[in-house]
């Protein structure tokens, strides 16, 4: 009987949401697959009573130092150790950062199959079938995953999180795990200033393009997002005018995000922004060019001056918000 | 120190793709002009800093159609002395693991003391290359690095993440897949396009690299255009006006407020 | 026939895309507005072997050849027509002066400069009162021993105010008249020379037009290009190749306002639809899209007889340049037209091409006196 395992991908000692959607996708999967669904937790016994809701017959808990920082090598490793035990065939991470990197890993460890950054699986397929964008979004592609063995990393954002009753796993300790040396090693973990929120994280992204005119306009950006809990994103013309970090630059050749709500002010929306927000659930645009091809494509299309419109937007929200 | 780089033909990002009808996966490529992936561009850059720094030579590994000569060209432009191109159907069609096999077999016939590819391929937007290829060669890897530094045997590598970045020591060799804002590459001077035409491209098979044929794990079965995004309301107005409809849409059919 | 470029050429002209995109289109709005010349990007256009394309590989050159040359040139006249012109100036009138006048010791001093782009060159022929008829000329070059003393004042000079060098014509034998010029070498550092007027110009704003001023201006002898009163030829003859140059900046311009008005008559929205589905518009961006396309096949024919050392092309030239220049008119006019009143408006980019464009009748010969060139070559005078 195959079984579906899910890495329970942590930041700063809290499960990420793309795990929790992750989980919801894997509970669904093993249902289709008739199969049993676990996970694997690194460094984080506090955590159980909170993954009891995801849907998980077992969690499989590696301990210790080798574990306390990231690290591709040694985390497939692990999963493909749990794996083993659990015979488990299928394995979901977000499509994070790590989460790419460890499901390369792992699919190269396995001999497996491997589909990044899907946006859809069709779980009742034979062989199980995945969708993921292309051509940076242009194309959606069907992928079938023949191989035995299947690592899937899911866009965050997409799949929804479905909340279980409280069960507790079995938790089986991964301590006959003998890891190899680590040859790359973090050595130190950068954190962006206080408070930002990464856009991909967000589930809402507010962002400036050549329409703010530079860095002092993105202070109208900033305060927007500040006011709906959202992250700051950036048009590529603004991060290459260097108005703002490339942290910020969704797009093409920045970040691909898929919030419920994205703002985009003074963006013309060309197709290599859309490649990094397209899969946005709402799309609000607000720009002076009424043809602009964001104005197009957004739900909710304003047209006009941004600093005139936002502040005022923002101020309105705030009432709501409170 | 020699570093070879994986390459890649992509269609040229401003190119409108079009799924292939006749053949499932693929798309139209009349018309559609095929350059060198961005990030390769990166990855290139980077390796010729590396090597100029002590003589070293740029190697590049390919696995793709024909075509791909003129990606591989234009590296040679901007100064990667010679390259391996696998052409087969069965390489070019293969699953990633496999490529990444067949990238690793090729890639030993180099020894480079350093492997470096783009972070991703902007077609198949795949990005896990570099930690196949790692895996395969028995290396260790770095995705996405912003910064890399080479000290002796070792490599400081900064890599994103979402709300920061990692700086990672790394063992060499190693395999590193290479992120916008690592550099900014060059552009080819016109006697290096001249120059280049006569470098060595190497055509090489699965059976000399010593990889069996095997199915493939995954396959692309249909290409197709998403759903486009039906035109939603454009308004215009005050400011007071338009935030007031701004605000019933967010709460009434958002739902988002 | 192979109307097709090779894949040296295709990388060639791909580079000149992408710089064009990444060096000057950001900056050309700004530099427009402030009559700037974006001198960064000339020099960066000179160490990737843009400045010397026409030239052998024994001098720095690049040797990418006319067709190469002349497809760079419709890349970068697109985006910034002034910058261009100064490629153009550089490649056609500077470096194939030299090459093909010069002695072995001038080709020496200045090819490997010229063709990296550590100096930039011009070539100073029109006066106030000498424009279309170089037998006027009022600038002399009085023999003294070993030196000639030049005086006078040149005007328009494109490149004048960024020049390290320069092509200089003047009177060595007044009698004579157009039969008594001679073209000199000489560098902008020399004593007695200065430049005068910045032009402020309608179009090609980001190049620099300016007055170049003579004052007893001592150069030795050594510094005749060509043979003494055998200047006119050394101006007739480069103008052959220069008008290549003007011919693609043309075709440039004109395939810019034609990529403008594709792109905004898909985009505008009228009587609830976009306007390219109108007949009436479709007609004239077809118009426009034909007659970009026999100014191409023939600039490249020409460009083709220059890189082949076939035959003379001097009536060609004369051709392509009168063709393109004013076709370019009519397709920049057409362009506005489709941007209705938008493209009145400095926000759009058709209303710099609109001004670029029309120099390209003016310069280099006008119109006029390339139909004077192709009659004379008809008639066989």
Same mark, same amino acid.
């Given at each position: ?322 | ?257 | ?52 394309? %026409? #030239?052998? +590989?024994?001098?720095? @050159? $690049?040797?990418? *050849?006319?067709?190469?040359?002349? =497809? ?51 070539? %100073? #022929?029109? +006066?106030?009162?000498? @424009? $279309?008829?170089? *037998?006027?000329?009022?600038?002399? =070059? ?111 311009i004109a395939e810019g306002a034609l990529d403008e008005a594709v792109r905004y008559a898909k985009e505008r929205v009228q009587f609830g639809r976009p306007i ?106």
């Amino acid at each position: 009987m195959p079984g579906v395992l899910v890495w329970i991908e942590t930041s700063e000692g809290k499960i990420r949401k793309v795990t929790r959607e992750a989980a919801g996708a894997g509970a669904k999967l093993a249902a289709a697959l008739n199969a049993p669904l676990c996970a694997v937790l690194f460094n984080g016994k506090d955590l159980l009573p909170e993954l009891a809701t995801l849907g998980f017959a077992k969690v499989y808990t590696a301990e210790g130092p080798g574990f306390e920082k990231y690290s591709g090598e040694a985390y497939a490793e692990a999963l493909a150790a749990a794996g083993g035990m659990f015979g488990a065939d299928v394995f979901l991470t977000g499509a994070t950062a790590l989460g790419r990197d460890l499901s390369a890993c792992l699919a190269a460890k396995l001999d497996a199959a491997l589909a990044i950054d899907v946006t859809e699986i069709i779980y009742d397929a034979k062989p199980l079938k995945v969708v993921r964008p292309v051509y940076s979004g242009k194309l959606l592609a069907d992928v079938e995953l023949t191989g035995e063995k299947k690592v899937i990393s899911l866009r965050p954002n997409v799949f929804p999180v479905a909340e279980k009753p409280s069960v507790s796993p079995e938790v089986v300790p991964l301590s006959a795990l003998e890891t190899a040396a680590i040859r790359a090693e973090v050595r130190k973990a950068i954190k962006a200033a206080e408070g930002v929120l990464d856009v991909t994280e967000a589930t809402i992204v507010v962002s400036g393009g050549r329409g703010t005119g530079g860095a002092s306009g993105f202070k109208v950006i900033e305060d927007l997002a500040g006011t709906l809990g959202g992250a700051v994103g950036a048009s590529r013309v603004a991060v290459d005018e260097g108005w703002i970090e490339y942290a910020h630059q969704v797009g093409q050749t920045g970040k691909v995000v898929s919030p419920v709500l994205y703002i985009a002010c003074g963006i013309s929306g060309s197709t290599q922004h859309f490649a990094g927000m397209g899969t946005s659930k709402f799309i609000i645009a607000v720009n002076t060019d009424p043809d602009a091809p964001i104005m197009e494509k957004a739900d909710f299309a304003i047209v006009g001056d941004l600093f005139k419109i936002v502040p005022v937007l923002k101020e309105e929200l705030l009432k709501v918000v409170r | 120190m020699n570093v070879a780089v994986i390459l890649q033909q992509v269609p040229d990002t401003e190119a409108a793709v079009k799924p292939n009808p006749a053949v499932p996966g693929a798309i139209l490529e009349e018309g559609v002009k095929f350059i060198l992936n961005p990030y390769d561009e990166f990855a290139v850059e980077e390796a010729l800093k590396i090597a100029e720094k002590d003589g070293g030579e740029v190697t590049g590994v390919c696995i793709g159609p024909d075509r791909s000569e003129n990606a591989i060209r234009m590296a040679m432009a901007m100064g990667m002395e010679r390259a391996i191109l696998i052409t087969e159907p069965a390489a070019v069609e293969a699953d990633l693991v496999t490529q990444g096999g067949i990238l690793a077999a090729a890639l030993k016939t180099l020894s480079p003391k350093l492997v470096l590819s783009g972070r991703e391929m902007i077609d198949s937007q795949n990005d896990a290359a570099a930690a196949v290829v790692a895996h395969k060669l028995g290396i260790p890897h770095v995705l996405a690095a912003s910064k890399i530094e080479i000290n002796g045997d070792k490599a400081v590598v900064v890599r994103d993440i979402e709300g920061g970045s990692l700086e990672i020591e790394t063992a060499l060799p190693a395999a590193i897949s290479c992120q916008k804002g690592l550099n900014e590459p060059r552009y080819p001077t016109l006697i290096a396009i001249k120059r280049a035409k006569n470098k060595e491209i190497k055509k090489m098979t699965l059976a000399e690299l010593g990889i069996a044929a095997a199915p493939s794990k995954s396959r692309v079965t249909a290409l197709r255009q998403p759903q486009a995004r039906a035109a939603g309301v454009k308004i215009t107005g005050t400011p007071e006006e338009v935030t007031g409809k701004c605000l019933a849409w967010l709460s009434g059919t958002a739902k988002v407020i | 026939m192979d109307f097709t470029f090779n894949e040296e050429q295709k990388m060639v002209i791909d580079g000149a895309r992408r710089f064009a995109r990444e060096k000057l289109a950001p900056f050309i709005a700004e530099l427009d507005e402030k009559a700037e010349v974006n001198l960064k990007a000339l020099k960066e256009l000179g160490k990737l072997g843009y400045l010397g394309m %026409t #030239l052998p +590989e024994d001098f720095d @050159g $690049s040797n990418a *050849g006319a067709i190469a040359y002349a =497809a760079s040139m419709i890349e970068f006249s697109k985006v910034d027509a002034g910058t261009a012109v100064a490629v153009s100036v550089q490649n056609s009138l500077v470096n194939d002066a030299i090459l093909t006048f010069g002695t072995e010791a001038q080709k020496k001093e200045f090819l490997p400069r010229l063709a990296s782009g550590e100096w930039i060159g011009c070539f %100073t #022929l029109t +006066e106030a009162n000498s @424009g $279309s008829d170089p *037998g006027s000329l009022r600038t002399s =070059a009085i023999r003294d021993g070993e030196h000639f003393v030049l005086s006078g004042t040149k005007n328009f000079t494109t490149n004048g105010g960024i020049a390290d060098m320069m092509i200089v014509f003047a009177q060595t034998c007044k009698e004579k008249g157009a039969k008594g010029i001679s073209a000199f070498l000489v560098r902008t550092d020399v004593p007695g020379f200065k430049v005068g007027k910045h032009e402020n110009k309608m179009g090609i704003r980001s190049s620099s037009t300016t007055e170049m001023v003579f004052e007893n201006c001592r150069v030795p002898a050594s510094a005749l290009l060509g043979e003494e009163n055998k200047g006119l030829k050394v101006a007739l003859t480069t103008l052959d190749g220069g008008r290549i140059g003007i011919a693609a900046q043309a075709v440039g311009i004109a395939e810019g306002a034609l990529d403008e008005a594709v792109r905004y008559a898909k985009e505008r929205v009228q009587f609830g639809r976009p306007i390219s589905e109108l007949e009436g518009l479709q007609f004239m961006l077809a118009d426009m899209a034909t007659e970009v396309e026999i100014a191409r096949t023939m600039l490249f024919r020409v460009a083709w007889m220059k890189e082949s050392h076939s035959q003379k092309f001097t009536k060609e030239a004369a051709m392509i340049k009168l063709y393109a220049s004013e076709m370019a008119h009519r397709v920049c006019h057409k362009a506005l037209q489709v941007h209705g009143g938008y493209g009145f408006m400095k926000e759009y980019k058709i209303e710099r091409l609109y001004r670029d464009q029309r120099i390209t009748e003016i310069y280099e010969g006008t119109s006029e006196i390339q139909r004077c060139v192709i009659a004379r070559s008809l008639l066989g005078e």
